[in-house]
Every structure is written in C-alpha cells, then in structure tokens.
C-alpha cells in the first residue's frame, strides 16, 4: 500500500514538472542579450528605426537589444548571418522590402532563402516613395509629368540610388502604367542621385520620402505625389500617385523583425505580445512618424501572409524592369 502511494505521488509530481516545465522556460526568456541584426550601416533610416524599436523591445523584456548592423552586398550579408544563426530567439533580423522581396530576383549567389530561412513576427513600419521632378521641369502636376514624357519617349531621365534598387523599380512600375518611357540614371546611393536632381542634371525620381520632402520645402525639388495607396501624413495635401491618375499605381516599403526558421512557440508569443506593446509607444510611434514611417503591428501569421503577397508583387515588378539577375 505504501509503495503505491509513493508511485502515485512520484507519478503526479512528474505530470506536474511536464506542465510547468514549458511555462518556466517562457519566463525565463531572455535570460541575455539579443541581437537585432540590421542588414545596413548606421545612420540611416533603416538604423534609425531599428534602434528605436530595439530600446522599447529591450525595456519590455527587461535584457538589452543590441542592434548589430551587417551591412553589404545589398543587404544580404546581414540576412544570411541571422539565415545560418540558431533559432534560439537571441538572433533576430531587421528585414526590409529589398532582402525580403526583391533580392531573390536580382541576385543569383545569395545563400539564404527569403521565403523559408525566416519566421516573420510582425511589420514594424511602412513608409511610401515621393514623386519629386527638378524645380527646371515644367511638369507640375502627374498628369503634365506623364503628357511630358510621351510627348518626348526616352528623352526624360530619373534618377535611382542603383540598378534593381527600390527607386529604379518604382519608376518601372510607372512607366508600366502610363506607357511612359524613361531614361534610367543609376547612381551609387542617394546623396548622388539627390545632388543631381536638385541640380537639375536629372528630371525625377521616385525614392526618399524624408529627404525628398525636406529639399521641396527648400524649393530644391518639385514635389508631385507619394506612392502608396493612401495620402502621407508627413505631407498633408500631397496626391498619390494612383489618385492623381494612374490607376493601380501602389508602393509602399517596410521593415519586418524576423527570426530564423524553428523558432520555439512560445518563444514565438512573447516576441509577439511585447511587439505589441511596443508598436502602440506613443514614443515609438512619434520617433517613427519623425522619420516619415507609419507604425505597423501583425500577428505571426498575419506577417506571414504579407511576406507572401510582397514577394509575389515584387517578383511581377522586377520581371516587368527588365533587370537582369546578377
């Protein structure tokens, strides 16, 4: 009798060591530092926005988010580092619209897999394009832009920060719905392609928000419309392009935070629900508004489907440009 009461103690304490066991490690995560890998150096808005978001994540878990930047070969070095990394949860990825969606169809070396290296585990930001022209072009509204171009095919030129970048396939797009042909001017980045626009060396462009919207307050640059589907609060009056005439016109970039495949469930849900918190800061949502970026959240699977749909749309983009895989 003693000895099956002892078993049945014996067995009831297992059960209960199984049940509690997976909460425990729950909370114990993180027990240290995370890295937030960012595909970019510092100092620009990617950098920027990814060290905001690390602080308030970091506060919420009470362990520090260290934000490691991996920048080159178009960001792909930084996505590989976090691809070959264990899905652990101390390795997270600061993926944007490039190394995500359009990447894979650019480059034929890449080793990691956009569509199955990562979990998505919510969009942070979103952010649209600004059409801007040279203060020396007449065109001053889309439409005068578009009766400009094809009155004069291949003869206007638009500046991009480089081939197969967002900007050269913003303008793709463009012309695909206007039939428009333009002159492409690739640059190495885009202080140059901003040097010359404001310069008046090149006619237009599609890129920079933030720095676009600067110079046409300083009358450097004319400023037309944005691209996304939806006016931008950061400059209230301003068209989009689809609204002031071309239909279908939409293209908004963004960032995800990301983990490699295999993430742990749990470890999964807490990520989720402190980025839940986080994207709902009024001081986060103020510093990313600042940089001209709309907040986001999504659940894991809601940031799944999104990859998704990007990957397919950017994939119909680049076919579109023509460019040819490196």
């Avoid at 926005?49 to 490691?68: E, H, M, P, W």
């Avoid at 291949?154 to 991009?160: H, I």
């Amino acid at each position: 009798m003693l000895f099956s009461r002892c078993a049945r103690w014996v067995r009831q304490c297992l059960i209960g060591l199984c049940l509690i066991t997976p909460l425990a490690g729950f909370a114990a995560y993180p027990e240290k530092p995370i890295r937030l890998v960012v595909p970019f150096p510092p100092g620009g808005a990617t950098d920027i926005s990814a060290r905001l978001i690390a602080v308030a994540l970091g506060a919420r878990l009470k362990q520090t988010v260290i934000v490691d930047n991996r920048a080159g070969a178009a960001g792909a070095i930084g996505a590989q580092a976090v691809a070959e990394a264990p899905a652990d949860g101390y390795t997270l990825f600061y993926g944007t619209t490039g190394t995500l969606a359009i990447n894979q169809y650019l480059y034929t070396k890449l080793r990691y897999d956009a569509a199955n290296d990562f979990v998505p585990i919510t969009a942070v930001a979103s952010f649209p394009n600004a059409l801007v022209v040279s203060p020396s072009l007449p065109a001053k509204t889309v439409p005068e832009l578009i009766a400009l171009a094809k009155s004069k095919p291949g003869q206007l030129t638009y500046a991009s920060s480089g081939n197969g970048s967002s900007s050269h396939l913003a303008v793709v797009l463009f012309e695909s719905l206007t039939g428009t042909s333009l002159t492409h001017v690739a640059y190495k980045g885009t202080a140059p392609a901003i040097t010359d626009l404001a310069g008046g060396r090149v006619d237009m462009a599609i890129g920079d928000i933030g720095a676009f919207a600067a110079l046409a307050k300083e009358d450097k640059l004319r400023l037309l419309a944005v691209s996304g589907a939806t006016p931008s609060p950061l400059l209230p009056g301003t068209p989009t392009i689809q609204s002031a005439g071309v239909p279908g016109y939409d293209l908004t970039l963004w960032y995800n935070i990301l983990a490699p495949t295999g993430l742990p469930a749990d470890i999964m849900k807490r990520l989720s629900d402190e980025l839940r918190v986080v994207m709902a800061e009024p001081a986060v949502r103020q510093g990313l508004a600042g940089l001209a970026m709309d907040p986001m959240f999504q659940t894991p699977a809601e940031a799944s489907n999104f990859v998704k749909a990007e990957i397919r749309k950017w994939a119909e983009i680049v076919r579109r440009s023509g460019v040819k895989p490196e």
